[in-house]
């Protein structure tokens, strides 16, 4: 049971534009919702992270939106630039699982010149 | 570098051939992870040790699987008679268990090719 939906599969943004990469959660148990960025031959990367007590959470140009009552999260990156490109994941878990992650089947991004 | 470290980056095998993969977390982290992460896919969790102790396993971790922490500090993932199925990139993540968050530090993987 896959229980959190990610979508675009990919993106193609070009430099300075808006990149938004949707996720969808099934588990109302959890409570805690990270970001990860993966590039090619490395592992993955925390780059941000939000608890549904707040509906919004920005680091930099990027920013998690969240929206509770739909079980839904988005990642902003604002001004993309060609080293944003990378694979992004969002993810979830829940107090008391250890910070076990459950992973989105990722977001291949390339920002373009 | 004191990240996570992992061994060896790349493994090709032949089928029913066993393999081991060895995972050096952050110095200071007693809870150690291993994920799995196919092509196109987000990771998978596997299981994970907090100290030694192997406190829970996914049922993605057949009979075939096994991992080990046995003095609370380097971990080894290996798998018996591997099958096709079996090629993923193997993930190591470690944190110390006073994150109870999401805030997991990965390796870069040990690449796994059965032929």
């Known amino acids: 049971q896959q229980q959190v939906k990610q979508s675009p599969q990919s993106l193609i943004v070009q430099k300075g534009g808006i990149s938004i990469i949707n996720c969808a959660y099934e588990n109302t148990a959890f409570d805690y919702f990270p970001w990860y960025q993966q590039f090619p031959g490395k592992g993955p990367a925390l780059l941000i992270a939000?608890?549904?007590?707040?509906s919004e959470k920005k680091e930099g140009r990027f920013t998690i939106s969240f929206n509770k009552s739909a079980k839904q999260f988005s990642l902003h990156i604002m001004d993309s630039q060609p080293g944003d490109s990378a694979t992004y994941f969002c993810?979830?878990?829940?107090?008391?699982?250890?910070?076990?992650?459950?992973f989105g089947t990722g977001t291949r991004l390339q920002v373009t010149l | 570098d004191t990240g996570v470290s992992q061994n060896p980056r790349h493994k090709i095998t032949k089928r029913g051939q066993n393999v081991t993969f060895r995972c050096d977390p952050i110095s200071e982290h007693n809870r150690l992870y291993w994920y799995r992460q196919t092509l196109g896919q987000g990771p998978e969790f596997l299981t994970y040790?907090?100290?030694?102790?192997?406190?829970?396993k996914s049922r993605l971790l057949s009979d075939r699987f096994s991992a080990e922490r046995p003095k609370g500090s380097f971990s080894t993932l290996e798998i018996q008679r591997t099958e096709q199925g079996d090629s993923a990139m193997y993930l190591c993540a470690s944190t110390g268990s006073l994150a109870n968050t999401g805030e997991l530090f990965f390796g870069e993987g040990s690449r796994l090719t059965v032929l």
């Open positions: 993810a979830a878990t829940y107090t008391g699982t250890a910070s076990k992650l459950t």
């Open positions: 040790f907090q100290n030694e102790a192997q406190l829970e």
């Open positions: 939000i608890r549904p007590d707040v």
